[in-house]
């Protein structure tokens, strides 16, 4: 959160990361392993786990696969020597339910194996064998289900976004390979065509649940957890995520926060004292908020509003870049072109645009201010414009001017 939101440097980030391990939630959680490796005594579920089901109690989540998942949401350093050791213990002697697999070797689910890929990536462990046979199961329609075994022949989303989300973890550590990158490419493209929540057949939203938020997310999905999952991708946003985007832009509430939950179960996580629920909520809306201003700035802008880059000439910048390097990051639109006196055909007798902020993601301005901009001239790598831009809205990732001058730069 350091790193997203306030842009910490590098250092800094590094040096409260290394707390996570001895401070907190972190701490509590390297605790509570067992002396034989495991959480609560199972990989999966814990070994004396409640008839929760009949109980409707929600699943538990105090085993191995859940809290692993946790450390490496709260960002903890897979370097530390507490970790590496707890990690350890978890590769030497904890195993599946299913029919005592290691954990870093997988069981036979699809759902748990993408957990797992993405877990032994981020722990520094080998589970190239596990993803060699999550690409064999890999179903028709693009995506996984966990209910092969019991004949399922159509993916779900729960499934296909624990398994991309492995795939792209092992892709981004090891390059991948030719197999894995284009059915990570399928995968993808299931869910896209239902548009991140919608049955392919009738479009209609296939869970009402997966419109509310939540973290940890753990196995389920979530129309945020889509969203996530493709903005980690990095590619040109496709316009079929446009509607979800419109759904977590609907759920911010005036602070600026999402409106989100927690799922039920049992968890080492939540105390449930006032000030453990305090630290959770905060802990997710960081968590949210980082997803809803990168999405919304890198992915939704992209799709909805013209971004101003005029020189064709100079490599463009990732938005990422470009995101980085910007004091203000702005949403505006064009109100009025100011003509120069005398006929200056290079600048198309234009000497200054001035737009009306109507979004700000970065920086020390506010919705409505007016701000004036440098006509360029087609040659000097500012952007050029005209009274046809009148009314068009722009991205604009921007520096102040300098104190000599009142007009701002586009370029």
């Not at 036979?108 to 190239?128: H, K, M, W």
């Not at 179903?139 to 976004?161: K, Y």
């Not at 969203?227 to 446009?242: H, K, M, N, T």
Request: glycine content about 8%; some cysteine.
């Amino acid at each position: 959160m350091l790193r997203d939101l306030v842009h910490a440097p590098a250092e800094v980030v590094a040096v409260e990361r290394a707390r996570v391990a001895t401070e907190g939630w972190g701490s509590r959680l390297l605790s509570l392993q067992d002396e034989d490796g495991t959480w609560a005594g199972g990989a999966c579920f814990p070994a004396q786990s409640f008839n929760w089901r009949k109980d409707n109690r929600g699943q538990p989540w105090t085993s191995t696969l859940p809290t692993l998942q946790l450390l490496r949401d709260f960002g903890i350093d897979p370097r530390s020597e507490l970790v590496r050791r707890a990690v350890a213990l978890v590769r030497d002697n904890c195993r599946w339910e299913h029919a005592g697999q290691s954990f870093f070797n997988g069981e036979v689910e699809p759902c748990i194996n993408g957990r797992t890929v993405s877990l032994g990536i981020y722990f520094g462990q080998d589970v190239d064998g596990v993803v060699a046979r999550l690409l064999t199961e890999q179903l028709d329609d693009g995506g996984w289900n966990c209910e092969v075994e019991n004949g399922s022949v159509r993916s779900s989303f729960a499934t296909t976004i624990n398994v991309l989300e492995g795939l792209l973890a092992h892709e981004r550590a090891t390059g991948g390979s030719v197999e894995s990158i284009a059915a990570r490419h399928r995968g993808e493209e299931y869910l896209l065509e239902r548009k991140l929540m919608r049955r392919k057949s009738t479009g209609e939203v296939v869970n009402p649940a997966w419109l509310q938020f939540s973290f940890p997310t753990r196995w389920h999905y979530d129309v945020l957890r889509g969203l996530e999952y493709f903005c980690l991708v990095g590619e040109v946003p496709d316009s079929r995520i446009a509607e979800a985007i419109d759904l977590l832009r609907s759920k911010q509430q005036p602070d600026g926060n999402p409106a989100a939950g927690t799922r039920s179960g049992r968890s080492a996580y939540s105390t449930g004292t006032k000030g453990s629920q305090r630290k959770g909520n905060l802990t997710m809306q960081l968590h949210l908020r980082r997803i809803i201003l990168f999405f919304l700035v890198i992915c939704f802008l992209c799709l909805r509003s013209t971004s101003a880059n005029a020189c064709v000439i100079l490599p463009r910048p990732t938005v990422l870049d470009e995101y980085e390097r910007a004091d203000v990051v702005i949403i505006a639109r064009v109100v009025s072109i100011e003509k120069t006196k005398e006929r200056d055909s290079m600048h198309l007798n234009v000497r200054s645009a001035t737009m009306v902020v109507q979004r700000v993601f970065k920086g020390n301005v506010k919705v409505q201010d007016a701000i004036s901009f440098q006509q360029g001239n087609g040659i000097d790598c500012l952007f050029t414009f005209d009274e046809n831009d009148i009314g068009t809205e722009y991205l604009l990732y921007l520096n102040p001017p300098e104190e000599a001058s009142d007009l701002w730069y586009v370029g």
